[in-house]
């Protein structure tokens, strides 16, 4: 595999990347630290970041003959070792919403494969592979209704920008949402993310690129859209923030573009050629 272009920016320049890239001889690796929804930090880090920590260092030492089973059960038990070492495990069964949580999305050069966990994103010639959260759109649409009310009665967008009433409205529900991750009683609401806790095979998506050639772009979902290339991408994102940083409209989302960020999340991109 020969990498083509690969960039990460934090959604906000003063407070560290939530995101990482992980590339070795053997895997290119996209994690995207969940934002926090609970109370925990560790050592003054957010969980998101502790998280991507964690399986960031775990991708960068597995072994390169690794199944998917395996590596899922890897970046498991090193987040739930660090649970044990530090006396959490009790309180992270309890309240899923603190938990170091993440998404990733690796790929495979010994398998040829790409591995799903959570929602980053992969892009194969033409064909986007998705793995969002069950909940996450109608949560976006919630925040979208809204921000709308609150406009027609009388609220600008940059009133709502510096008080996203939209966002405080859905916090309760987001925090809820978390007890479907790894959770396998959720049923239709349950999904998998990388956070301490048995993955469900299910929630794993598997793509096989055994008869592929070609450009592959992994990325966080803190790109609306992917495009062929990172300068194309960062234009579109630019542009769609321009036009609505609320992201409420043409760029539904959970959360804004707050003042004082440049995005409205993390970001990371990396485009390569098997």
């Known amino acids: ?36 929804k609970g109370n925990f930090s560790f050592g003054g880090m957010r969980s998101g970041f502790v998280a991507a920590k964690l399986v960031g260092d775990c991708i960068a030492e597995m072994s390169r003959r690794s199944t998917v ?81 609150e406009m027609l009665g009388g609220k600008t967008v940059g009133q709502l920008l510096a008080d996203d009433t939209g966002r405080k409205a859905i916090m309760p529900l987001l925090k809820q949402q978390c007890v479907c991750q790894n959770n396998p009683d959720a049923g239709e609401f349950a999904y998998g993310v990388v956070d301490g806790f048995k993955i469900v095979g299910e929630h794993i998506k598997t793509i096989s690129l055994a008869d592929y050639s070609g450009d592959v772009i992994l990325a966080s979902d803190g790109y609306p859209v992917l495009c062929p ?15 609505d940083p609320l992201c409420y409209d043409k760029n539904m989302a959970t959360k804004a573009m707050v003042e004082g960020n440049n995005s409205f999340d993390d970001r990371t991109y990396v485009r390569f050629q098997i």
């Open 1 to 36: 595999m020969d990498i083509i272009e690969q960039f990460s920016k934090g959604k906000n320049d003063t407070q560290p990347c939530e995101d990482r890239l992980v590339i070795t001889d053997d895997y290119v690796a996209v994690i995207d630290g969940s934002t926090s």
């Open 69 to 149: 089973g395996q590596a899922a059960r890897l970046m498991t038990n090193t987040i739930a070792d660090f649970y044990n070492t530090n006396g959490l495990m009790d309180r992270m069964k309890e309240n899923p919403a603190d938990r170091p949580t993440c998404s990733v999305v690796i790929y495979s050069d010994y398998r040829r494969e790409i591995w799903q966990i959570g929602d980053c994103l992969a892009k194969v010639g033409g064909t986007l592979y998705e793995n969002s959260k069950p909940l996450e759109a109608a949560l976006a649409k919630m925040r979208s209704t809204m921000l709308r009310l």
């Open 229 to 243: 290339t990172l300068y194309d991408t960062e234009a579109y994102l630019a542009a769609i923030l321009k036009e």
